[in-house]
């Protein structure tokens, strides 16, 4: 799939669950999501602009997906008001056979930066799956976020 086709496949409204584990296997949060992908300059960019819950708090979030021509490489900033509420995640990463895989890194505190990497995977035109991973210095990564979303039909 080139890159234009999945930024075509991704415009539209969607909605699902996600789902967050603060420490490895250990389930914290699942609730509602709903999404929307967006065409940026005439579809050069994709803004994806999400809103659920945290533990029964609002929570809202956007990220500008990019393509980069010369290096090839994926490239997305993230921001949201639970995960990211202090900067901006920049991850750039390939292709893969049905969407894309992301890596960045951001800051604990006096700790070493942390990883984050971000799959987007779509499984069909009306299922996406967005998964990401925590990687903590030193140590295996760890699922922490997990979006299923399905495309919320066009209203006529």
């Not at 945290?54 to 990019?66: D, Q, S, T, W, Y």
């Not at 995640?89 to 056979?97: D, I, K, N, Q, R």
């Not at 992301?102 to 942390?114: E, H």
Request: charged share 30%; aromatic share 12%; glycine share 10%.
């Amino acid at each position: 799939m080139t890159h234009e086709d999945l930024f075509r496949s991704l415009i539209g409204r969607w909605g699902g669950t996600c789902r967050t584990w603060f420490e490895p296997g250990k389930l914290e949060d699942e609730s509602n999501v709903e999404g929307e992908f967006t065409e940026v300059f005439r579809g050069k960019f994709v803004r994806h602009v999400y809103r659920g819950s945290m533990k029964g708090k609002p929570r809202h979030g956007e990220e500008l997906i990019a393509r980069n021509g010369v290096t090839k490489q994926y490239q997305v900033t993230w921001v949201d008001d639970f995960h990211m509420n202090y900067a901006v995640l920049v991850s750039l990463g390939p292709a893969t056979e049905r969407g894309f895989s992301v890596n960045g890194q951001y800051d604990i505190a006096d700790d070493p930066p942390w990883g984050w990497r971000t799959e987007y995977e779509l499984k069909s035109v009306d299922e996406l799956v967005i998964t990401a991973y925590n990687i903590m210095p030193g140590e295996a990564e760890a699922k922490a976020v997990e979006t299923l979303y399905h495309r919320i039909a066009n209203e006529k």
